[in-house]
């Protein structure tokens, strides 16, 4: 079966412009996950969709993040306006059902500057 | 919020030699995972423990879950040049609207030949 796919694999945008990142889950995979790592630190939970329902989203840091899943399928994570501090590895992952370990992507790296 | 504590932070060992890593919490998991990830990659699941107490292998992998639920070991036997990579605990509560994973920092492991 095909994996978690994210695009694009690299993004350099300027503070202040927008960005959208996509992420593809394994077909059938009711629940879908984002992920950041800031560099040097530990990766953490941004928000947690089941199906197109937001399930947990209480990692995400501020209103400035719009995550979406229309349909259930693939999910877009928006940010806008950038700030320099949202540079990391942005991962998505996904899996049939809760307590499963998760498949991750090969995530999307975002340079603000 | 929940945190783990992994040690080490990094790792210089010679090709041949055991590894053994591990990660504390000061609250309990139902689940503990270990994850590797290989620069550019997604974390890709090794080995994945439900019971407090469980011991579980993966080829030169051993693992085992605490029996306080509060930490876990991984260890790697007769290490090889493609061990290199960092490795990743995760701790997961699902149930409800939980099921996020919480990683710990990640332990850097170098393998010389």
């Known amino acids: 079966e095909a994996g978690v796919t994210q695009f694009p694999s690299h993004s350099v945008i300027e503070k202040g412009q927008t960005v959208t990142l996509r992420c593809d889950p394994i077909?059938?995979?009711?629940?879908l996950y984002w992920y950041r790592r800031v560099m040097g630190k530990e990766i953490k939970f941004l928000l947690h969709f089941v199906k197109e329902s937001k399930q947990d989203e209480s990692g995400m840091p501020n209103n400035r993040f719009l995550a979406e899943r229309t349909g259930g399928t693939y999910s877009t994570l928006k940010v806008q306006p950038a700030e320099l501090e949202d540079s990391g590895v942005y991962f998505c992952a996904s899996s049939s059902r809760q307590g499963n370990g998760y498949t991750f992507g090969s995530g999307t790296r975002l340079t603000v500057v | 919020g929940q945190q783990l504590n992994q040690s080490p932070q990094s790792m210089f060992i010679q090709e041949g030699e055991d590894v053994s890593m591990n990660c504390t919490s000061s609250?309990?998991?139902?689940?503990w995972l270990w994850y590797k990830q290989d620069p550019g990659e997604g974390p890709v699941l090794l080995i994945a423990l439900y019971k407090a107490g469980e011991l579980t292998s993966n080829g030169r992998l051993t693992a085992q879950f605490g029996i306080t639920r509060k930490d876990s070991f991984l260890n790697i036997s007769a290490s090889i040049p493609s061990d290199v990579g960092i490795y990743f605990c995760a701790g997961l509560n699902y149930g409800g609207s939980q099921g996020n994973l919480i990683f710990g920092k990640g332990t850097k492991l170098s393998v010389k030949p």
């Open positions: 077909s059938g995979h009711d629940n």
């Open positions: 609250s309990i998991f139902n689940t």
